[in-house]
């Protein structure tokens, strides 16, 4: 098999988008196959190398299939002594998106007898917990549609990507008051920064005008962006380096709008300079000019 070539294994709870992700996938070119038995994935990547050069595979695998984690475990002890390493995704969702999800579709889940969606969906993360721990990027998918997860797929996996996956660090402004998201890996309360919302002037901004991130960064915005970086310069160095590929740093102040969204734009900054992967931004509460002018 070409080194170039590419394998993702895509699993997670069932109902958190796992289809989703292999369209995603199947738009980038992917050779998609979804239910295969864990036992068969090294001879599916052996026959698409042999008749497709260097063709990346996407594959999912879930719950249905059988011994899910030996037969997994075994696949990718195959796979690593011709030299492929697979990335191994895990879709996950929160339990009350997923009972919601699974009543709007009227779907059966696929390991319910008899009970509740909840006795199921508590059967399969218990079962599912092992392979979770032997993955290295994990999505949450509870607060995206379709079309948010699928970006995000495509971002982590898009051709420019399409050697050895490197670390993409999700910088992520909000407001507490309206939750904290739920696949921060690290979460900074920013709300003892003096708040721009009290300033007339600057009320109807956002931490992304000049003059928010100015007055931001000082009064007291500047010392916590130090703080932060030297835990960041730290920390995701030794992510990347045990082979994580996605890490959330969710920066939050009361509204989201002017506070949050100045350090986060201004750490996002720092980290691209560590050089370690892609840096993304998203600001989850924040009303920007350029929506207000929509």
């Known amino acids: 098999m070409s080194s170039r070539s590419r394998v993702v294994v895509v699993t997670g709870i069932s109902g958190s988008g796992r289809s989703t992700c292999l369209r995603a996938l199947e738009d980038l070119g992917y050779y998609c196959v979804d239910n295969l038995p864990a036992s068969l994935l090294a001879a599916l990547v052996d026959t698409i190398s042999q008749r497709l050069i260097a063709a990346p595979v996407a594959v999912g695998i879930d719950i249905r299939a059988g011994n899910l984690l030996g037969d997994l475990d075994l696949a990718l002890q195959t796979l690593g002594r011709t030299g492929v390493t697979p990335d191994l995704l895990f879709v996950d969702c929160a339990d009350d998106v997923l009972v919601r999800r699974f009543a709007e579709t009227r779907r059966k889940h696929p390991v319910w007898q008899a009970g509740t969606i909840t006795e199921a969906i508590r059967v399969e993360r218990a079962t599912m917990l092992e392979v979770r721990e032997r993955t290295t990027l994990h999505i949450d998918t509870s607060e995206m549609n379709v079309h948010q997860l699928k970006r995000q797929v495509q971002r982590l996996f898009e051709p420019e990507n399409s050697g050895e ?58 010392q916590a962006l130090e703080r932060i970086a030297h835990l960041l310069e730290l920390s995701l160095p030794l992510h990347a380096q045990e082979g994580r590929a996605l890490v959330t740093l969710a920066i939050g102040c009361t509204g989201g709008q002017h506070r949050s969204v100045a350090i986060a734009e201004a750490l996002a900054a720092h980290v691209a300079e560590l050089k370690l992967g892609r840096v993304q931004v998203n600001h989850r509460n924040a009303k920007l000019a350029s929506e207000s002018a929509a």
Do not use: C, H, T, W
Not at 192 to 201: A, C, T
């Open 165 to 222: 996956l490197r670390l993409v660090v999700a910088v992520e402004s909000f407001g507490f008051k309206y939750g904290i998201p739920r696949d921060a890996d690290y979460v900074f309360d920013v709300r003892f920064v003096d708040n721009p919302y009290f300033v007339p002037e600057l009320q109807p901004l956002s931490g992304k005008d000049r003059a928010v991130a100015d007055y931001v960064l000082s009064r007291g915005g500047a």
